[in-house]
Nanobody, 129 residues
Framework: QVQLVESGGGLAQPGGSLRLSCAAS????????VAWYRQAPGKECELVAHMPTTGGTTIHADSVKGRFTIWRDNIKSTLYLQMNDLKFEDTAGYYC??????????????????????WGKGTLVTVSS
């Protein structure tokens, strides 16, 4: 079965950095498009970044452009999100998601339940002084 396991979340100070990982198994990772979403308490799930099967093209939300970077390692079947210059508003649960075909929706009611995507269970990032 498709399995996605996020790791790397934790506590960081404003201006600090974290690197998130999403280990994929149970499917051909290289055949799937990938994305990171996040959801803060009381807010809707929002698309952070996404990229196609082979890499080369990455798309980042305006709120994280210049600070976050998404990339994938198809040999290791792992998705990454490098987060630099963290801000208080980056505090959220971060979820990786994969799909074979379709369009990444910029907003969803709840992370982990969207469309035809496969989802991980998330990892919490807290930015605090």
């Amino acid at each position: 079965q498709v399995q996605l396991v996020e790791s790397g979340g934790g506590l960081a100070q404003p201006g600090g950095s974290l690197r998130l990982s999403c280990a994929a198994s149970g499917f051909t990772f290289s055949s799937y498009e990938v994305a990171w979403y996040r959801q803060a308490p009381g807010k809707e799930c929002e698309l952070v970044a996404h990229m196609p099967t082979t890499g080369g093209t990455t798309i980042h939300a305006d709120s994280v452009k210049g600070r976050f970077t998404i990339w994938r390692d198809n040999i290791k079947s792992t998705l990454y999100l490098q987060m630099n210059d963290l801000k208080f508003e980056d505090t959220a649960g971060y979820y990786c998601s994969v799909r074979r075909f379709g369009t990444w929706e910029p907003r969803q009611p709840t992370c982990g339940l969207g469309g035809l995507n496969h989802w991980g269970k998330g990892t919490l990032v807290t930015v605090s002084s």
